[in-house]
């Protein structure tokens, strides 16, 4: 069944999916239904935070296709999450928590995207919390957007100080998101924890990092296939 099961991540920038070993994006509701009609999937697992996303679920409801949603679980495994409210924590971010559950050191997960997103686990099942962070596109947007006669940035940055405003802004970003995983990390306890980096942009923030560490960059994915093997979850979505 899991290698008949149409696997979506649908995030606030991209709409990832990967079935058996084909994978791709999605931008749009057409290209959607072509891979459905193509492919001819048994069934569908959505995992979403995004309008389009939910969209998709919508025209796999009005096809009468065979899907799922995933839904956070708070006693998954075992695994103990820091939220007081767990439904609360984003899907995404559960995935990549249920995808490293039982790893055997500490770890933590750096996705790099929209927003920059970080999460670690004690090397066993308990979550230690995280923090959120806007993502390099969104940082330098939001500079540009809101001060007068900024340029517009689209190029990727380093860590050297800028001899453009391009540069500057461009530098900034990298600096302040490479500068954010350097100093998390040295605050999960007093043993640094390993990292795993997912999302879009971790290589351009990765290579600036103190610690590189791992690049999985279907760490989402590996956290729904396992969630596929998990009976009791499954039919909990039915």
């Not at 057409?30 to 679920?57: D, H, M, N, Y």
């Not at 007093?190 to 990292?195: A, E, K, V």
Request: charged residues 25%; aromatic residues 6%; negative net charge.
């Amino acid at each position: 069944m899991v290698s008949r099961t149409l696997l979506l991540d649908c995030g606030n920038t991209a709409c990832k999916y990967q079935y058996g070993e084909e994978h791709g994006h999605l931008d749009s509701t057409e290209a959607f239904v072509q891979l459905v009609e193509r492919i001819e999937p048994e069934q569908t697992l959505l995992a979403t935070v995004s309008k389009f996303g939910q969209t998709l679920g919508e025209c796999l409801v009005e096809r009468a296709l065979p899907h799922r949603k995933v839904r956070v679980r708070p006693d998954w495994q075992g695994l103990k999450l820091a939220y007081a409210e767990p439904e609360r924590l984003g899907v995404d971010r559960w995935l990549t928590l249920v995808a490293l559950c039982g790893h055997p050191r500490p770890v933590m997960v750096v996705d790099v995207g929209t927003a920059l997103k970080i999460d670690a686990l004690d090397g066993g099942d308990r979550h230690l919390g995280g923090y959120i962070l806007p993502g390099m596109r969104l940082m330098r947007r939001a500079l540009v957007d809101d001060t007068f006669a900024l340029p517009p940035v689209d190029q990727d940055g380093a860590l050297a100080p800028g001899a453009t405003t391009r540069d500057c802004i461009a530098n900034g970003a990298v600096l302040a998101l490479a500068g954010a995983v350097d100093k998390a990390r040295a605050q999960f306890g007093p043993t640094p924890p390993d990292i795993v980096w997912t999302g879009g942009d971790a290589d351009r923030v990765r290579p600036f990092t103190a610690e590189p560490g791992q690049l999985r960059p279907a760490l989402i994915f590996e956290g729904m296939r396992r969630l596929m093997k998990d009976a009791d979850y499954m039919e909990s979505l039915a």
